[in-house]
């Protein structure tokens, strides 16, 4: 039985309804039957609390979506893009508890979400690649995981439009390539940046760097991933984590480094640096963990 004749078969018989609480339960009802999982018919959508969290606003729109289970099996449908009110989708589980098989590909409605601030898809099955439609609609996203899913292509053009996000984690989606810095220096609030485990090709660090005022976190890997460290890493004095491995650097590593003093770990381990390690190292107070392989 297919998961929309599963759900019109749960919305039969249904009274009181007006039409903008049965499409609500319509789109909600299609994504729960298709990955898997029956709705309580006994209790409003607002109040379900188990595998699948919801949570709503006062005028019972939904706004909050969490998949907390890890056995959900089937795909996300483009029903998601009905659910306006969307603030919070969470459907990843905790990278120890293994890969549900939430499979297909990113539904292009998401682009029809722009409440959403929260969306987590990461350690599912995901294919494809990210939509266009992942743009300004989306202008109040802050934090957006994909990691660890089978994407592949590029990054599309319209997301560099998405200058609210704080956190944008894309590692171990060994299959996504293209370049990566042209989006993200048009996200001034950055401050965890995840590309590890990916096929970027791109600047290791671009030199306006420094416009990532914000940045804390960054994780970055990949043999097409080339260039130089530039000096204006300097500028970047929230760096706290930097963990750059198997990437294709020429050059030193520049005496700037030392002004980041707010890191705390430094990780360049098979990057291609050569020459000499920098005195300043020695200004990093806050530093607790340092690895500086093949220099």
Known sequence: ETSLRSVIKWLIGKEGLDAVALKQRYAIGVLLFSVG????????????????EVGCDDMSQVIHIHMKDESFVGTLPTEIGMLS???YFNASIP?????????????????????????DLSHNKLKGTIPPTMDHRL??????????NVLSGTIPPGFKQISSLR???????????????EHVLSMPN??????????????VLPSKIEQLTSLKILYLNGKNLHGTLPSSIGLMSNLEDVFIHDVGLLGTI?????????LKQLLLMKTGINGQIPTSIGMLTNLVFLALEGI
């Open 167 to 181: 956190t944008l984690l894309l590692g171990d989606n060994f299959n996504l390539g293209g370049p990566i810095w």
């Open 37 to 52: 999982v029956r709705p309580d018919e006994k209790v409003h959508e607002c109040d379900w609390d188990g595998i699948v």
């Open 190 to 203: 950055l401050e965890y940046l995840d590309c590890y485990h990916t096929n970027i090709a791109d600047s």
């Open 254 to 262: 520049p005496s700037e480094i030392g002004l980041c003093t707010n």
């Open 139 to 148: 202008s109040n996203l802050s934090h957006l995981s994909l990691m660890n």
């Open 85 to 87: 009110s969307l603030e």
């Open 95 to 119: 990278e120890d508890r293994g890969s549900r098989t939430i499979g297909g590909t990113i539904p292009t409605e998401i682009g029809n979400l722009e409440k959403l601030g929260v969306l």
